[in-house]
């Protein structure tokens, strides 16, 4: 088992407030499985989850990065505008 911190960033900080931001999780765990534990957790940001860009200790990854314990994982919604 590992221990990650999550943020949610922009609107999903306030949607999302009340979530717990440590959590463990399974050894070996990518990004992308953890949208879906994530999800699991919240099932209100699943849809959200999807279109996101992650950032694990401030760098952008994909999907396929393997978390490590320890890491911080900050979730960032689109952003729209001119």
């Excluded at 911190?5 to 992308?32: I, K, M, Q, Y």
């Excluded at 534990?37 to 396929?64: G, Q």
């Amino acid at each position: 088992m590992m221990k990650l911190t999550f943020r949610f960033l922009g609107r999903f900080s306030e949607d999302l407030s009340d979530v717990d931001l440590e959590h463990d999780f399974d050894d070996g765990l990518a990004v992308g499985q953890l949208r879906g534990e994530i999800a699991a957790l919240v099932p209100e940001s699943a849809d959200r989850l999807k279109t996101c860009m992650v950032a694990v200790n401030t760098n952008y990854v994909n999907d396929d990065q393997v978390l490590k314990e320890g890491d911080e994982v900050a979730f960032l919604p689109p952003v729209s505008g001119g």
